[in-house]
């Protein structure tokens, strides 16, 4: 019997102190924005998609080794000896004409792997974050800066080359 | 014309009770994840109830065979993705420990800092959404709104929030952010409030006790019998928690309890021991963070990252504290640079075992209580 | 009043009485239901720390509108194997149910729908129609989960329809009327005439009646919760148990109308509390007409002070909502069966001995 007015009274209590509290958020301020007229600031280390300074790439390929879902592909071809590539920002001289820098982001898991064995810090991770498409071909990102008549002038180039030193082998011999 | 005894053929036209096979299927509100409960009722009672798994299967044991050692950590991220930190330590203390390499001190406490944050995140999913299984919508924005200063903690120091790729075999991949601490003391200041909130509107609310106290009761020898770990276990009232019984990393410098079932609200190991056990573990993970920040040492977190990670051959079990039990890496090195084998023994999978003990006799609604109540995730029980 | 008026245009008494019947619902209750939707979306959406609808309008005025449109123009899917009559009678059954009732309902002291001397007693039989309407609903889906939902959710309404009918039985011992429009009349004055502070009787009575009246109050106010579904009552439409329960299978303006009855329900179950213990139209404090000498605007005045009541009570039904869990059935039944109808009885001997007195 008194088990039976206690329960009344618990449920009672239990109750309004649940109420009470629900009454008092009634109050307090939103803790949501109003996406997409404000957006949140995001921090410095923010891990979304990736960008390539092909300045920069030597095409050592350590990238496209180090990730774990091979979204990278990267093809280069061999510099003929008298071409200048240039520089990159801290001194080094490039090699190796790169012709394909491929970045698949359907595949990409931001895992941010590629980004540390980089020697130039050419590839980083910016905070750009709305970059969906209707066709999944769309995401895949070209970085590459040569033309497709340059591609071919280069592996001609170098064919030329590879060529001219067999003959010359050969011419000694 | 069939050959049948005359008492099998008098049994088969006598009266039969009928039973009802009901299926909560692949896709439901309340079922956390892609899980299949075949139940099997009679009126209104349950029978039996099997679960069927596999609809996440991501063949992560099979990619971790292809992978190099630090190419595996993604991978792990993703089994539990609700308490990603925790994959991340298990997998990476194994590997040093086959590696034969220490780390610095700084690294040890960061990683248990991030456990521990990691630990509150994943507990306030765990009740929010048993909340919303009960019925009561309003406690589940509250738990996501703390949550969320969790996420920003985390984005502020390696730049994602629910998967990171932050524990890296031998330190870590970014040293704290300078706000870090200033922020991590506020929240902690913000969150104790919090918590008692959350009680007075949830834990001790008549209505949710009477839904959950004396429902699914979990004995201790079946539990020991069926080997589950995590709360599930202590809420039965055995103290057994990895982090006292089996020390890993600096867990033995922090002082802090075990919060233990007691039956405050029906008997031992129900359901409300079960939700409260998870409570009580929040107020303590908070308890050890504030110890850690307090003695936070100096020092250089990436000075024992090993070039190239090629262990010698031998294998390791090692075991860490999960949110919601023991999880366990098996890993077998060759001495190449890819493991030979890992394989995971993950909480959840375990627990999902007890289902059909602890819905014997209850009514259908009872199923999604006790189910809340074990906290599986089904990215662990797929992988 | 208005009666009068109009049946002095259109001449003829049925026609009158009918289109008098008919004003609150189009008038009233329609807009009324429109304007729930968006104040419940709008109360829980800022007692969970959050914004709710801002987009369309002035800070998702529009909502409900855009989203009856949305309704409107759905496919109307009705399977195969569904019991095609029942299927589309279920909606009209509820929503008539529920808007029906309003016919008895006080307003103000000079209109009231139908002047009936069995008032209560309508509005009871009249809400009954919306059991028979989720059965059939739930029978027609052929789906197993709302079938379950429409069983229970009868059994749930049939067994609190006795606690409201209990407690309405020893009011109308108290006041020995049955007409909703005397028992306003009887709580004339300033608050403290109401019947939940006693009625209009002797200090002595009064005070010997407040606690019982007190009890009759909390007990008719969680039964009718019960009665419309609401949590912590609302195990018919749990949506991560069964689904949505019995409306599983409605789309379109059919599950409008499920959706807009049960608004109209919630509001029909506050005023007739609200009549019946909180002095109907009467105002608290008197009337700013009567001060001022102009005696219509005394009628507009009840008007206001009935809808506030009625609102007032509807924002508590939304606010229990969002704080409490649901109930289990067998936990309901057991909150019905075992509580609250014993107590109901001991009040209503108690409030007879004393009225007797």
């Known amino acids: ?173 | ?383 | 009043m208005i009666y009068d008026v109009i049946n002095n245009l259109t001449g003829s008494p049925v026609l009158s009485a009918v289109i008098v019947a008919m004003l609150p619902l189009f008038l009233f209750i329609l807009p009324f239901a429109l304007v729930a939707v968006y104040l419940e979306r709008k109360v829980s959406a800022h007692m969970q720390d959050r914004l709710g609808p801002m987009r369309v309008g002035y800070h998702g005025i529009l909502q409900t509108i855009a989203d009856i449109i949305k309704l409107i123009q759905k496919e109307d899917i009705i399977a195969n194997e569904n019991d095609k009559l029942l299927f589309n009678i279920a909606p009209v059954l509820v929503f008539v149910g529920s808007y029906a009732a309003f016919a008895a309902i006080p307003f103000t002291s000079v209109y009231i729908g139908a002047q009936i001397d069995l008032g209560i007693f309508l509005i009871i039989a009249v809400t009954g129609l919306v059991v028979a309407g989720i059965l059939m609903a739930g029978w027609a889906s052929n789906n197993k989960y709302s079938l379950l939902g429409a069983m229970r959710a009868a059994a749930q309404i049939i067994s609190y329809e006795i606690p409201t009918i209990l407690v309405v039985l020893s009011l109308v011992m108290m006041t020995g009327s049955m007409n909703l429009y005397t028992l306003s009349e009887m709580q004339t004055g300033y608050f403290w005439n109401w019947n939940l502070f006693g009625g209009s009787y002797d200090l002595l009575q009064k005070l010997l009646l407040i606690p019982f009246m007190l009890i009759g109050f909390i007990i008719i106010y969680i039964s009718t919760l019960a009665e419309v579904n609401r949590t912590p009552f609302d195990i018919p439409e749990a949506e991560s148990e069964l689904v949505s329960g019995f409306h599983t299978e409605y789309s379109g303006m059919k599950f409008a109308m499920f959706f807009l009855a049960e608004y109209a329900n919630m509001f029909a179950v506050s005023a007739i509390v609200a009549a019946l213990f909180l002095g109907g139209y009467q105002s608290p404090f008197g009337y700013l007409g009567n001060l001022i000498g102009a005696e219509w605007l005394v009628s507009i005045e009840q008007f206001l002070w009935f809808t506030i009541k009625g609102v007032g009570l509807v924002l508590v039904q939304m606010w229990l909502r969002w704080t409490l869990p649901r109930l289990r059935v067998d936990q309901l039944m057991t909150v019905s069966w075992k509580y609250l109808i014993p107590i109901s009885f001991v009040n209503l001997i108690i409030i007879g001995l004393i009225t007797i007195l």
């Open chain 1, 1 to 173: 019997m008194k088990e039976y007015f206690s329960n009344i009274f618990t449920a009672f209590s239990t109750v309004w102190t649940g109420m009470k509290i629900t009454f008092k958020h009634l109050f307090i301020p939103s803790v949501t924005i109003q996406y997409p007229e404000v957006r949140l600031q995001l921090p410095e280390r923010e891990r979304n998609r990736l960008y390539v300074n092909m300045d920069d790439c030597i095409g050592c390929d350590q990238c496209a080794r180090a990730c774990p879902v091979n979204c990278i592909s990267i093809e280069t071809v061999k510099s003929v000896p008298g071409d200048d590539l240039g520089k990159t920002s801290n001194g080094k001289k490039k090699a190796l004409w790169v012709t394909r820098f491929d970045i698949d982001f359907a595949k990409c898991c931001y895992c941010q792997l590629c980004v540390f064995p980089c020697p130039t810090e050419c590839i980083y991770m910016t905070d750009v974050y709305e970059f969906s498409e209707f066709d999944r071909d769309k995401l895949i990102y070209e970085f590459s800066t040569l033309t497709k008549e340059e591609k071919r002038e280069k592996l001609e180039r170098l064919d030329r080359h590879y060529n001219e030193r067999e003959a010359d082998k050969l011419g000694r011999m």
């Open chain 2, 1 to 383: 014309m069939s050959f049948e005894s005359k008492e099998n053929i008098e049994n088969k036209s006598a009266v039969r009770t009928e039973e009802m096979v009901l299926n909560m299927g692949p896709q439901h509100p309340s079922t956390h994840g892609v899980l299949r409960l075949e139940i099997t009722l009679e009126g209104e009672l349950i029978t039996k109830v099997t679960p069927h798994i596999g609809y996440l299967h991501r063949c992560f044991e099979k990619h971790a065979e292809a992978m190099t050692y630090p190419q595996v950590i993604p991978y792990t991220d993703r089994m539990d993705y609700l308490a990603s930190m925790y994959n991340e330590i298990g997998y990476v203390i194994g590997v040093e420990k086959l590696l034969k390499i220490e780390v610095p001190d700084r690294v040890e406490y960061i990683r248990v800092i991030m456990g521990e944050l990691q630990r509150i995140a994943s507990h306030l999913v765990a009740l929010g959404t048993y909340g919303v299984d009960i019925g009561a919508f309003t406690p589940f924005l509250y738990c996501f709104r703390d949550r969320e200063k969790i996420l920003h903690l985390f984005e502020i120091t390696c730049g994602a929030r629910l998967l990171y790729n932050y524990i890296w075999i031998g330190g870590l991949s970014h040293d704290l952010h300078p706000d870090f601490v200033r922020l991590t003391r506020e929240f902690i200041k913000d969150f104790k409030p919090n918590i008692k909130e959350l009680n007075n509107l949830l834990s001790y609310n008549k209505i949710f006790i009477d839904r959950t106290a004396n429902v699914g009761i979990l004995p201790v020898d079946t539990a020991i019998n069926f080997g589950v770990t995590g709360p599930n276990l202590r809420a039965s009232g055995i103290n057994w928690d990895l982090r006292k019984d089996d020390p890993y990393s600096v867990y033995q410098k922090f002082d802090y309890e075990i919060p233990v079932g007691e039956g405050k609200a029906g008997t031992v190991g129900d359901s409300w021991d079960r939700y409260y056990v998870r409570v009580r573990e929040m107020e303590e993970s908070l308890k050890i963070i504030e110890q850690a920040l307090d003695t936070l040492p100096d020092g250089d977190i990436a000075s024992a990252i090993p070039k190239r990670i090629k262990p010698p051959a031998g294998m390791i079990y090692t075991r860490v504290e999960n949110p919601r039990g023991e999880l366990g890496y098996f890993i077998i090195s060759d001495g190449s640079i890819n493991p030979f084998r890992v394989k995971v023994r993950a909480p959840s999978f375990v627990s999902l075992q007890i289902m059909d003990e602890l819905c014997r006799g209850h009514l259908v609604a009872d199923v999604i209580t006790i189910l809340g109540s074990i906290d599986i995730v089904l990215g662990e029980i797929d992988r």
